[in-house]
């Protein structure tokens, strides 16, 4: 500091304030110490109204250093969480804004049982990561599990993150089926067309069927004695208080509507077959159930389809390591399944430098971490959803993952590589509508489908 300062300093000591500041700042923002991007701008906007104070005043020295160009426009990131009932956990879960190299950059907490509203200002960018930390307690000696979902490349704006269910009053439902032995006095385990429609209990010459279903929605069952050419089925439309009833086998009607299901070839397969009378989410009937491991690739199965105005199919196969499975719902319960055109190949697991190679045309991907650690008090899983484009960016995992295990005595290099999902929507191929899917949960709509490749480790 020349002498010409000091006496100016002299005359006007704020300034001595005012050059020091101006000094810390540039320190900051030149200096070759790494500080993470909150940290800078949180130091900017501390200082910089004392420095547009003493910048004004009369006595106040010019300096064009004041305008360095460096101010940062912030957005809003605004996410929205619905209250949501199946989730309202003693602890209250955390939610994480972290950038593509893993740092940790805010957070908030989440009260499931209530909406949550939270604002992140941020920097206009491509996208962020949104990290969300659940807590389900275990009673002992079955340790706490912590599960974290990290939603990558995020553009800020507004977003919700999952549905609201407002979830409608259970109803018991007891129906007994008399005269339902064959005619050797046995009632197999076949006879139950829709063996998981509820608990059942056997006697000598009749079945009962116990099950809570939702107000207002229907409950089906079907059974099939050996030498009739169709199931006969069981119907009520509209539960709307508890429902025991008896009923003969020999007066239920017959499900004589046939559904047929191909699958490509396959070294093992099953279907779930759902009907509803309308689209709701919890409105749904089991139809049937089948499995094969014979290398079978074709299936006929007969439910009555008038009673149902759409149709929930999962159809799952294996071949070699992986998996596959196609979930549609439409007012049609047949389906051909064509050869899926995906694959992939994990080159490198780790966290640290995940790597795969991938084929065929996809929305998104997620990838699974577990730790389990025999005798601990603590289980993490890691699931991380993204879209096709950053599939092999997610180098920053390992410095995310050590930021997020911070509380506990357990790092990234404890969790173990469980499982890798390449995903497909029928919708238009892009991957927005993969991030739209699992960011408002939205669930799959009448006409739409989700392919689904996977294999597990």
Request: hydrophobic share 35%; glycine share 6%.
């Amino acid at each position: 500091m020349g002498r010409g300062e000091v006496e100016a300093i002299k005359q006007h000591p704020e300034k001595l304030y005012f050059i020091t500041v101006i000094r810390i700042i540039l320190s900051f923002l030149c200096g070759k110490t790494r500080w993470m991007s909150f940290s800078r701008y949180f130091l900017l906007f501390f200082f910089l109204p004392i420095f547009f104070l003493s910048s004004c005043s009369k006595d106040s020295i010019e300096d064009d250093s004041a305008d360095d160009g460096e101010n940062p426009e912030l957005v809003e990131f605004v996410l929205t969480i619905p209250k949501d009932e199946r989730n309202i956990l003693e602890n209250t879960s955390i939610i994480y804004l972290s950038n593509h190299s893993g740092e940790i950059l805010d957070s908030a907490e989440i009260d499931y049982s209530q909406e949550n509203i939270i604002t992140f200002m941020v920097e206009e960018s491509n996208g962020y990561d949104i990290t969300i930390r659940q807590i389900d307690e275990l009673v002992p000696p079955f340790p706490d599990m912590y599960t974290w979902i990290t939603y990558t490349n995020i553009v800020p704006g507004a977003h919700t993150i999952g549905e609201f269910f407002e979830y409608p009053d259970p109803v018991d439902v007891s129906v007994i089926v008399n005269n339902a032995a064959d005619s050797l006095g046995n009632i197999p385990f076949s006879f139950f067309y829709s063996n998981s429609n509820g608990i059942i209990n056997i006697g000598s010459d009749s079945v009962e069927i116990s099950w809570t279903v939702a107000l207002n929605d229907g409950f089906y069952s079907a059974f099939k004695k050996v030498g009739e050419p169709y199931p006969r089925f069981f119907w009520h439309e509209n539960v709307t208080e508890p429902l025991e009833t008896t009923v003969d086998f020999q007066a239920l009607p017959f499900a004589d509507d046939l559904i047929t299901f191909e699958v490509p070839s396959n070294d093992y397969f099953s279907v779930r077959i759902l009907g509803s009378k309308t689209n709701s989410y919890f409105s749904s009937d089991l139809i049937q159930t089948y499995s094969a491991s014979d290398g079978s690739t074709y299936f006929e199965a007969y439910t009555k389809t008038s009673l149902f105005d759409y149709f929930t199919t999962t159809i799952s196969y294996s071949r070699g390591d992986k998996n596959y499975a196609i979930s549609k719902k439409s007012e049609i319960a047949s389906m051909t399944v064509d050869e899926i055109i995906m694959d992939f190949e994990i080159i490198n697991p780790t966290p640290s430098s995940f790597d795969v190679s991938t084929s065929g045309n996809y929305d998104g991907y997620t990838l699974l971490y577990k730790n389990e650690l025999e005798g601990a008090d603590i289980n993490v899983s890691h699931n991380i959803l993204g879209n096709a484009d950053d599939l092999n960016t997610l180098d920053y995992l390992d410095t995310l993952q050590n930021e997020l295990m911070e509380e506990f005595s357990i790092s990234s290099s404890d969790l173990n590589f469980k499982a890798f999902k390449m995903i497909d929507l029928d919708l238009n191929s892009s991957s927005e509508n993969y991030v739209q899917f699992y960011l408002d949960g939205s669930g799959i709509g009448v006409g739409e489908a989700v392919r689904v490749v996977s294999e597990f480790y």
